[in-house]
């Protein structure tokens, strides 16, 4: 089947009628916010208003022709990158002053991210607290809903950039910019109530900002199918071939013509399978290191370079995924042309190399000395002391081979010596 195809199924199935996708379908979101406004309601909309101010006004012209008020008559600025924790305050005081029907979200998954933890803080910040770090970790949303019987403001996501797939999943990712770590809350009741995604407006984003996105389709893909088990290994080995082979086969065109809309629409379809996977399980190694290096890459990059070395740290776990994927990578001219018959450790160096050639070609880095301002002291100390962060634990266990905090540095610190030369020889296998 094709793979375009293939991709719309998979969405629909899962989604119906909560996500409108596809080239053209911008203005949409004017019966959507009517919905959820009413008669008398108001939406508040949350975006950029500089480089995405195009896409801006044309979501506004689309809801205010649907009859429905703008909130506080103005757009509320959006959340910076990584989402840092002062912009979610601060979308929440606009939603306790204006007191919207619903949050239109215009953007990336930053302010994706940070409208689901404002809709958290106004609505229960007053019952419960209003510090957002009681809120980090699993199920603690719905829990503290459960309690008070309140129910969030809907957030309506309007994605415009081909990456993390916030605009569809239970995942808001918080970062704290004095320490440089990111944080999250996981939970089904942050999940957006309704979804678009026009693939065209990620025409306007610059190319580096989608090939991140690109990287990270290949990470949540990848990371889910490596840990997947019983019902949900087919599921995520569908995602996961699919993803990787729209990337693979579009990601270059892309840099060589950053117009190209077909290109555009299978990485956003790309990254929306990414979205699906990380609700059908979840990330690990890879996601978990690049939550400490979020002032100096960008998420998916940071994922991309990690994913290859990881790889050979889950070798004995992986055989069967190793070759799925090796055998997409190797039909594109990517790595060893003989990746099916390979085993054990050769195959995971194999499949490793294949993804690092990628990158390459993508003009993507492979190794984290490949990033400016990266630093041993900082960033290795950093990732190794948030690996042991109880509120990150379930990314270690998560992994395909599972590790404890006690783990860490006997295990993770070699993949990350590893990743900042580029040599696989020193990553040991559990």
Known sequence: MDNFKKAYDLLKAWKGDSYICGLGCLEEIGNVAKKYAGEDGSVLVVSNTTYMKPVADRVVAAIEKAGVKIAGGTICPNAKPN??????????????????????????????????????????????????????????????????????????????????????????????????????????????????????????????????????????????????????????????????????????????????????????????LGGYAIMVGGTSGAHLTSFSLVDIVGHGTACGIMNPYYAVFYSKAIQPQLKTIGKIFASRGFGRKDVETLEGRELAEAVSYAMIEFAKSINAPTKLTDIPGYKHDVHFVRAITAAKDPDLKMKLQNMPVPMTADDVDQYMAPVLLAAETGDLSGIKEM
């Open 83 to 272: 989402a840092p924790r002062e912009d979610v305050y601060r979308i929440t005081t606009y939603v306790l002053q204006h007191k919207p029907s619903a949050i239109v979200a215009i953007g990336g998954g930053s302010t994706i991210d940070a409208c689901k933890a404002a809709s958290v803080l106004a609505t229960l910040g007053g019952c419960v607290t209003p510090e957002i770090d009681h809120y980090f970790g699993t199920g603690k949303v719905s829990e503290a809903l459960e309690k008070t019987g309140k129910n969030l403001v809907p957030v309506l996501a309007v994605e415009t950039s081909a990456s993390s797939g916030a605009h569809l999943t239970k995942y808001s990712n918080i970062t704290d910019p004095v320490v440089g770590q990111k944080k999250l809350i996981v939970d089904m009741a942050v999940v957006p109530a309704f979804s678009l995604f026009d693939y065209e407006v990620t025409c306007s984003m610059p190319v580096k900002v989608t090939i991140d996105g690109a990287l990270d389709a290949i990470a949540h893909t990848f990371e889910v199918f490596c840990g997947a088990k019983g019902d949900a290994y087919d599921r995520a080995k569908d995602l996961c071939e699919t993803a990787i082979s729209l990337v693979v086969d579009w990601a270059g065109k892309i840099i060589a013509d950053p117009k190209n809309t077909k290109a555009r629409e299978a990485i956003g379809l790309a990254t929306d």
